[in-house]
């Protein structure tokens, strides 16, 4: 029992926590009704008194931590209210439908979104990860604010994970690499996915983390006075110049610099980018006029500058970048972009409930266009396996752009065909696709498309896919849809397999496939345990009865057929002595046929 002295104790920590929240909601939200908030907090300490968490600090802490989470990306009160109620159904006597009763359709829908996701369990395999993982996705794109709250619930728990055991750290911390960051990478959530990265990498590699974070200190002092030092002679430069911009510095995220040391096999000494520079402007001329100063003050290093400007990243990244070398022999990199591109890249798709009722912008049209995307390819891929490695390759893109000939930015994973190209561009296109042109001239198509190629894909109607094709193509989209085409249709060719065996073995009874009752065949497949003459068809077809097996059982009562080759032959041959030798495949002899 907690004693008085702790109970105020308590109370002052989350009354002074619930404050905070209210002024950030009443500065980033001046003009709306936070009744709501409030009233989600009086039910929430209401129903989690007495609660605590592993820390040992009362339970209401989390639920107030995830609502000023949220409050930091400037989420709407709706989301915040369910921040607040997040685990009120699943781990408080509260029901689904008193929260519908107090706080409307829309808390009461996201509440249970959020219980839904949380009841997922991501044990370890894949099976059951992909299976969940498909669950999520749906519950997704019901409203995305669910994915909000879910991310921000995360986060709090991985800032607090230190309170676990050992087994549960590993656990929540793997899945947080593995899921919850990956999500918040695809929808562009910068500042969330670099956070719960580190989170997650310090636990689950903690020789790792230590490593590259000793790597970074020793680096420290003196690369933040390189950094002082280069961006003092670039605002002189934009000074000159006459344009505004902000410059800031920062030490790139420890787990970026510890993927990239891994990727690239190299040492920390040759990451380019551990100092970072980012310059944010007020237009996007001024991010090209400021790319031509910094090349002007420094030399570019070849090949390192992007213009994801003109070419966002498939989350709608913007940025210019260049690495550049000082006359002292240092490289850094510098990134350049607007304040809007640059709140895209920090908050991604939260920065859209900024505005009440504001409506959904493109970007965030084509984010959720992504999420509806995955819920779709999924109903195609019946094995949980295979969703889950499209979902790892989607959510990791390393991408090719590429364009139609009018132009059209085509994105695909590195290494992609023609034919991914062409079913990127509509499924029809990939089926009849039989040659392309790769910026102009002819190239086969396992030919490998590189950025700035302009594909025209050359179609021929009434072509079929071509099980090949698996071998070739890279994204799971392609490789989804003639997978899906090649079952519909190998089932069709296997039956066409099986008439035209049954077709040739009927003609040693003479008889013909015509002449074969449906009845007859009907009742051939019951005796395989088949239900349709059909699958009987399919089954001959693939190979797993032989049509003189299957013959045997349709042809009319003592009958029987005639000596191979003697349906070519003169009717004499029907007198040839034969005799059936019951077999493991029950093949048949025919006795004096080798002297024929
Ligand atoms: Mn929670």
Not at 192 to 216: H, N, S, W
Not at 258 to 263: D, F, G, T, W
Not at 392 to 421: M, W
């Amino acid at each position: 029992m907690a004693t008085l002295r702790q109970q105020i104790a308590t109370n002052v920590l989350t009354v002074t926590r619930f404050r905070e929240l209210m002024k950030k909601l009443r500065e980033n939200r001046p003009n709306e009704d936070l009744e709501l908030v409030k009233k989600a907090y009086d039910f929430s300490q209401r129903h989690h008194a007495g609660q605590s968490r592993a820390s040992g600090e009362p339970y209401l802490v989390h639920p107030l931590e995830v609502a000023n989470v949220l409050a930091d990306m400037q989420m709407d009160p709706v989301s915040i209210a369910a921040g607040l109620l997040h685990d009120s159904v699943e781990d408080t006597s509260v029901t689904a439908v008193e929260i519908r009763q107090e706080f409307g359709e829309q808390v009461a829908h996201i509440v249970e979104g959020v219980t839904k996701i949380s009841k997922i369990d991501f044990s370890t395999t894949e099976e059951a990860q992909a299976e969940n993982l498909r669950k999520m996705m749906l519950a997704m794109v019901d409203d995305i604010r669910v994915i909000m709250i879910k991310l921000a619930d995360r986060l709090h728990n991985m800032r607090t994970l230190e309170h676990l055991q050992p087994d549960r750290q590993q656990k929540i911390a793997r899945e947080t690499l593995d899921i919850y960051a990956p999500i918040a990478h695809r929808l562009g959530m910068g500042k969330v996915r670099g956070e719960l990265e580190d989170l997650g990498f310090r636990y689950v590699d903690p020789i790792g983390y230590e490593q590259v974070q000793a790597a970074v200190e020793s680096r420290r002092k003196k690369g933040e006075a390189f950094m002082v030092r280069v961006e003092g002679v670039l605002r002189d430069g934009l000074k000159e110049a006459g344009i505004s911009a902000r410059v800031e510095s920062r030490i790139k995220r420890l787990f970026s610099i510890h993927k990239k040391l891994q990727r690239q096999r190299i040492s920390v000494d040759q990451v380019y980018d551990l100092f970072a520079m980012r310059v944010i402007t007020n237009s996007v001329q001024d991010c090209y006029a400021v790319l031509g100063i910094i090349h002007n003050l420094w030399r570019p290093v070849p090949g390192r500058i992007k213009d994801f400007i003109a070419m966002p990243r498939p989350n709608l990244y913007q940025s210019l970048h260049t690495s550049v070398i000082t006359e002292t022999g240092e490289t850094f990199e510098i990134q350049i972009r607007t304040e809007e591109m640059h709140k895209m890249c920090e908050e991604g798709i939260a920065a859209h409930w900024k505005y009440k009722d504001g409506p959904v912008s493109a970007q965030d049209e084509q984010r959720l266009a992504w999420l509806r995307q995955v819920v779709e390819w999924q109903r195609d891929v019946s094995d949980p396996n295979e969703f889950l490695s499209t979902l790892k390759i989607d959510l990791y893109p390393e991408e090719v752009y590429t364009f139609t000939p009018k132009g059209k930015v085509i994105v695909l994973p590195r290494e992609s065909t023609p034919i991914d190209f062409a079913y990127t561009i509509h499924t029809e296109v990939g089926h009849s696709c039989v040659g392309a042109k790769v910026n102009g001239r002819m190239v086969p198509l396992r030919h490998k498309l590189h950025s700035g190629d302009i594909v025209e894909i050359l179609t021929q109607p009434g072509h079929k896919p071509s099980r090949d094709w698996l071998a070739i193509v890279k994204s799971s989209r392609s490789r989804n849809k003639i997978k899906h085409w090649l079952n519909l249709h190998q089932q069709e060719r296997a039956i066409e397999i099986g008439k035209k065996l049954i077709e040739k073995e009927a003609r040693k009874y003479r008889m013909s496939l015509k002449s074969i009752k449906d009845p007859d065949l009907l009742r051939a497949a019951g005796e395989y345990g088949l239900g349709r003459a059909d699958d009987l068809l399919a089954a001959i077809g693939y190979g797993k009865y032989s049509a003189r097996q299957v013959l045997a059982k349709l042809a009319p009562a003592g009958s029987e057929p005639l000596p191979e080759g003697g349906e070519l032959s003169a009717s004499g041959f029907t007198s040839v002595v034969r005799r059936v030798f019951g077999g493991d495949n029950n093949a048949i002899i025919v006795k004096g046929h080798g002297d024929m």
